[in-house]
């Protein structure tokens, strides 16, 4: 997977989400779903565009590139198998939510997959 830092990886993955539940995204549905300022998504926007992770079409929908998306689809399924490997342990949903959302940016590779070959059992 391409290495891009935590924030990055909080952006395409919440364009991702938003991208499943609503069908399109612009800029204003990033600033609101990660309670951040217009100002701070275009500018976040604007290093994603430059990276090749997003485009953004003319009536200003935001989309996901190749890049973009493998790099969410990784984040995102990290951030669901962690959350259901906290929630196995008996932790609370919304603090397995909370903990699987920082740890999905720094977990390697191979604890991740051991997790997840431990759920599948």
């Known amino acids: ?7 990055a990886e ?3 993955e919440t364009i991702l989400i938003l991208l ?3 069908g399109n995204v612009r800029a204003i549905d ?12 275009s500018i976040a926007l604007k290093h994603l565009r430059e990276q090749g992770h997003v485009t953004v079409g003319e009536d200003g929908l935001l989309s ?3 890049s973009g998306k493998r790099i969410a689809e990784a984040v995102y399924e990290r951030h669901r198998v962690l959350t259901q490997f906290f929630t196995s342990l008996g932790v609370d949903a919304a603090v397995a939510q909370a903990d699987a959302c920082k740890i999905e940016h720094i977990i390697s590779e191979q604890t991740f997959e051991a997790i997840k070959n431990s759920l599948k059992s």
């Open 64 to 66: 996901l590139t190749e």
């Open 20 to 22: 499943e539940s609503k």
């Open 10 to 12: 909080n952006y395409l």
């Open 30 to 41: 990033i600033a609101g779903a990660l309670d951040f300022s217009k100002p701070s998504v």
């Open 1 to 7: 997977m391409t290495k891009v830092g935590e924030s």
